[in-house]
């Protein structure tokens, strides 16, 4: 166990519906990051929330939106989904930046169908 | 902007063998850079990082990785594999404001009996 815990682990929904991916981050880490992990992307950075606050945003289409809340759990957004969203959604975290390295949390994997 | 090179997305050495996975990075400052490990339908696991102390490194599970600022490079390996050792691994950069973590393609490491 990492630390970091991802709900749910697997998800199975439509297109055009729009789904909630959650993260709680290790105890003391503040900065949460998304990452989503497709066969063709490899591993790309979506958003950086530090202490509440988006912090770096990568390439997260804006059907997509995160938020960190007063708790630091972050919840991450999917809508109007599409087929090519299925991949594999990881949230990671750390202390501060990402400095030393992040602790990742074992993934959600989204399947649209 | 930070950036890193695995040459080989597949890798394959017998049991007992070095193991030599390559990574190139790109970095307008001095680079923050980690090996992560993940293992078939898991989250990925930080092997060692590298912020600037002794140029050699020491990871978990026999890992080591050598920069090396003239070649760029920060080359992951291990005197003998293990069949545990089986994954994909990735090679990381900090970013220039040493917040998110830019990954390679990857690496999937197989090995054979």
């Known amino acids: 166990d990492s630390g970091v815990t991802q709900t749910p682990k697997h998800l199975i929904t439509a297109t055009g519906q729009r789904v909630t991916l959650r993260c709680s981050p290790r105890?003391?880490?503040?900065?949460v990051y998304w990452y989503q992990q497709s066969l063709d992307q490899g591993l790309q950075f979506l958003i950086q929330y530090y202490n509440g606050e988006e912090r770096a945003k990568g390439n997260i289409l804006e059907r997509f939106s995160a938020q960190q809340f007063p708790d630091l759990h972050s919840e991450l957004n999917l809508s109007s989904l599409e087929l090519g969203d299925s991949a594999l959604y990881f949230c990671a975290s750390s202390p501060v930046g990402g400095r030393r390295g992040y602790t990742f949390g074992s993934g959600t994997r989204l399947t649209v169908v | 902007a930070q950036s890193v090179t695995q040459l080989g997305s597949h890798v394959s050495v017998s049991e007992g063998a070095l193991v030599l996975l390559r990574c190139n990075y790109s970095?307008?400052?001095?680079?923050?850079l980690f090996w992560y490990v993940q293992y078939p339908n898991q989250g990925l696991q930080l092997l060692l990082k590298y912020t600037s102390a002794a140029t050699l490194v020491k990871g978990i599970n026999g890992f080591e990785a050598e920069f090396k600022k003239s070649e760029t490079s920060f080359h992951l390996t291990k005197p003998s594999a293990h069949m545990s050792d089986a994954a994909e691994y990735f090679c990381a950069v900090s970013d220039s404001g040493a917040q998110k973590l830019v990954f390679g393609q990857g690496t999937r490491l197989t090995i054979n009996p």
């Open positions: 105890s003391g880490d503040l900065s």
């Open positions: 970095s307008s400052v001095p680079p923050y």
